[in-house]
Structure formats: C-alpha cells, structure tokens
C-alpha cells in the first residue's frame, strides 16, 4: 500500500487523538489492575470490560501510530483543478452538492468530506471548473459538472 495522504488538520487532529490515548491509557491499565484484584476473572465483568477497553486504546495507539509515521500531509492543493484540500461545488439536475476534499483516512461524506480514493473522488480528481463527469452509482450513471472549485 502507498503512502496515505492527510490534509494538515486532519493529520494534526489524528495526532491529537493519539495524544489522547496515550494519556488515557494508564487510568485503562489501574482499572484492569483493580479489577483482577477482584477475583474470579471468568466472572468479573469489570475486568472483561477493563479488559476491553485497555485493547481498544493499544490496537487504536498501533493503528494511529502506523498511519502517522507512514502518512504524508499534501500541503498544496492544485489551483484550478481538484485535488486534496479543494472543495468542490457539483451540480447534477436539480441536486447540489458540496464536497471538501480530504486525505485518504479523513473521508466522512455524512459530513460533506470525501477522499480522492472513493468513487466519487476519483471521478472528480484533477478536474476543472466546467468539466462535466459521468460517475457510476448502484442505480445507474449520473451526470455532474463541476460548477466551483475553492
């Protein structure tokens, strides 16, 4: 796999969420301390669930990590034609939609962030203002052109 590529916010707010983790982490490993204090293991289900939870921030720490050391944080968007960090007007018929453009691992469309590597990112990458792209969805081809780049 190649390099991931993060917008500089998003890289930062997964720094942060690392930081986070780690500082979490030794109040994850008292509660699993206490709750092995409490006896029977196969019973207890605070320790399974300190147990749990103390996985969950190691196997995120390790995911995180990973996806720091091995990203790259792609600073200049293209001026005229889409790329990371642009945000995109499209306009299909009667829908109008607004996309920013974001890193590989930021993508959330519910909250109008879409990455290169989605259907729809690759349909629009390196397009200009006035293109007009045909994109395939479940239902069938749908038309959009690219009304504003920002």
């Known amino acids: 796999m190649g390099r991931m590529r993060f917008t500089k916010a998003g890289f930062e707010q997964m720094r942060a969420e690392l930081e986070d983790l780690k500082a979490r982490r030794p109040a994850a490993i008292e509660d ?19 147990k749990r939870k103390l996985g969950f921030i190691d196997s995120r720490m390790t995911r995180l990590s990973y996806d720091l050391r091995n ?7 293209p001026a005229d034609a889409i790329g990371i960090g642009s945000t995109v007007s499209l306009s ?11 890193g590989d691992l930021e993508a959330d469309p519910s909250a109008g962030k879409i990455s290169l590597n989605s259907p729809l990112g690759s349909a ?3 397009h200009k203002k006035g293109d007009t792209i045909v994109f395939e969805t479940p239902r069938g081809k ?8 920002e």
């Open 142 to 149: 749908v038309s959009y052109t690219i009304t504003k780049i």
């Open 71 to 77: 990203g790259i944080i792609v600073a200049d968007k």
């Open 32 to 50: 699993l301390k206490k709750a092995r204090e409490l006896g029977d293991l196969k019973e207890n289900g605070y320790y399974q669930a300190s």
């Open 124 to 126: 629009i990458s390196g």
């Open 92 to 102: 299909g018929g009667k829908n109008e939609m607004v996309y920013h453009v974001v």
